[in-house]
Nanobody, 123 residues
Framework: VQLQASGGGLVQAGGSLRLSCVAS????????LGWFRQPPGKERELVSA????????YYADSVKGRFAISRYNANNTVHLQMNSLKPDDTAVYYC?????????????????WGQGTQVTVSS
């Protein structure tokens, strides 16, 4: 399984970015998908996740109401729409696959990881 994340960049506070992640594999429709981030000098955290059929989502408290996760099984893609960005959102963002198909907010169960995409929010 290969995951390719894109969409990061430099944006001013209050701006928006849309991250995308394309996954290989015919079992995409059965997987849960997550977006993680790792700020400089800090541990990685689960930002958002979506279950296999899209009817269950998870958001970290720090991004609720600002970020939205969505998936498009037809093209093996998951997106993270990030609005009202803050400098604290600056991090490397990673997409990941949980083959259980379930949203499990502990974040430790993910099986496959993509390379990161840098998001930098200036004040």
């Amino acid at each position: 399984v290969q995951l390719q994340a894109s969409g990061g960049g430099l944006v001013q506070a209050g701006g928006s970015l849309r991250l995308s992640c394309v996954a290989s594999g015919q079992l995409f429709v059965s997987w849960a998908l997550g977006w993680f981030r790792q700020p400089p000098g800090k541990e990685r955290e689960l930002v958002s996740a979506i279950n296999w059929n899209g009817d269950t989502t998870y958001y970290a408290d720090s991004v609720k109401g600002r970020f939205a996760i969505s998936r498009y099984n037809a093209n093996n893609t998951v997106h993270l729409q990030m609005n009202s960005l803050k400098p604290d959102d600056t991090a490397v963002y990673y997409c990941a696959v949980d083959t259980s198909g379930l949203v499990r907010p502990t974040g430790h169960e993910y099986d496959y990881w993509g390379q990161g995409t840098q998001v930098t929010v200036s004040s």
